[in-house]
C-alpha cells in the first residue's frame, strides 16, 4: 500500500506545484473545448474523492462518493485548493497505519460493498489522472505549457520509458 500512498501523494503535489504558477490566472475560466469545465472545477472534483474517503475512513463509515460537498470555492479560488490539497496528502501519508477494509456506495445503491483502502487508492490514482489529463487540455487550450508527462497514466509512463 506504500507504493499507491506514495503515487497519490506525487499526484497530488504535481497539480499543487502547478497551482503557484501560471495556471492560477487561468483556473477558474471555463473551456468551450472540455464541456466549458474549468481547471478549478476539475482539481475540486479530485480533491473533493480524495476528502471523502479520508473522512469515511475517520468516521469509520460508508465510503459514498456522492456525498462530496462541491465546494464552489476550491474550484473558484486556487489559494484555497493549495490548502486542503496540502491537508490531504499530510493525511494520506498516514493511511499505511489506517484500516484495510471498507464498505463503500456508489451511483446511488441502497447497499454497500466491501473494498479495501489499497482498491480505493487504486481507484483515486486512475480517476485523478483522467481528471488531470483533462486539465492538460485546458491549459493547452489557454496557451499554458505543462510538464510533458502530466494527465498521463504512471503505467504508460512506465511502458514509454521500457521501449
Avoid: W
Wanted: proline fraction near 5%; hydrophobic fraction near 40%; include cysteine.
Amino acid at each position: 500500500m506504500t507504493d499507491l500512498i506514495l503515487l497519490n501523494d506525487r499526484l497530488l503535489g504535481e497539480v499543487d506545484e502547478l497551482l503557484g504558477g501560471p495556471m492560477q490566472c487561468h483556473y477558474a475560466k471555463p473551456c468551450g473545448r472540455v464541456f466549458s469545465s474549468t481547471i478549478g472545477q476539475h482539481v475540486r472534483h479530485c480533491l473533493e474523492h480524495y476528502e471523502e474517503l479520508l473522512q469515511a475512513i475517520r468516521e469509520d463509515r460508508v465510503l459514498d462518493y456522492e456525498r462530496r460537498p462541491r465546494d464552489p470555492e476550491v474550484e473558484n479560488h486556487p489559494l484555497v485548493a493549495r490548502k486542503r490539497i496540502e491537508a490531504v496528502r499530510a493525511a494520506i501519508l498516514e493511511l499505511a497505519s489506517g484500516p484495510e477494509i471498507i464498505a463503500v456506495r456508489d451511483h446511488g445503491e441502497a447497499a454497500a460493498s466491501q473494498s479495501s483502502i489499497t482498491r480505493e487508492l487504486q481507484f483515486l490514482i486512475s480517476h485523478t489522472v483522467h481528471h488531470f489529463a483533462l486539465i492538460a487540455v485546458i491549459a493547452a487550450s489557454a496557451g499554458l505549457e505543462l510538464p510533458a508527462d502530466f494527465g498521463i497514466a504512471p503505467t504508460t509512463l512506465k511502458f514509454r520509458r521500457s521501449s
